[in-house]
């Protein structure tokens, strides 16, 4: 019996894999195929995230952030300059600790205009 996955897994999950007695059936992505497979694996994770709490939401966390530090490299930079990046935002428009919901913006017509 053969079970289809179809996805980007972690380098050592063929090893578990013949460890159990299956035969994994592999193959190395090309670089396209390897950023739409970590594009796809981020959805995946961010699912998992939004399902789970407690322990196993910080594992799927952990799983989120190894497939944004591989994207970044994708992008020839590391998890460090995406760190860099999301302190300099922090610094520019704030973090998310405070809470802060935006409802609306009330504004005048003239600048309402100009933004049209």
Same mark, same amino acid.
């Given at each position: 019996?053969?079970?289809?996955?179809?996805?980007?897994?972690?380098?050592?999950?063929? #090893?578990?894999?013949?460890? =159990?007695?299956?035969?994994?059936?592999? =193959?190395?992505?090309?670089?396209?195929?390897?950023?739409?497979?970590? #594009?796809?694996?981020?959805?995946? #994770?961010?699912?998992?995230?939004?399902?789970?709490?407690?322990?196993?939401?910080?594992?799927?966390?952990?799983?989120?952030?190894?497939?944004? !530090?591989?994207?970044?490299? &994708?992008?020839?930079?590391?998890?460090?300059?995406?760190?860099?990046?999301?302190?300099?935002?922090?610094?520019?428009?704030?973090?998310? !600790?405070?809470? &802060?919901?935006?409802?609306?913006? =009330?504004?005048?017509? #003239?600048?309402?205009?100009?933004? =049209?």
């Amino acid at each position: 019996m053969n079970t289809e996955y179809n996805k980007l897994v972690r380098d050592n999950i063929p #090893e578990i894999i013949k460890k =159990r007695g299956a035969e994994p059936i592999t =193959r190395t992505l090309t670089k396209e195929e390897y950023k739409i497979e970590l #594009e796809n694996k981020l959805l995946e #994770e961010y699912q998992e995230v939004l399902e789970s709490s407690g322990r196993e939401r910080l594992e799927e966390l952990a799983d989120m952030l190894e497939v944004i !530090k591989y994207l970044a490299k &994708v992008e020839e930079s590391s998890l460090a300059d995406v760190m860099i990046m999301a302190e300099k935002k922090n610094g520019q428009k704030g973090s998310f !600790k405070k809470r &802060v919901f935006l409802e609306s913006v =009330r504004e005048e017509e #003239e600048t309402e205009k100009l933004c =049209r």
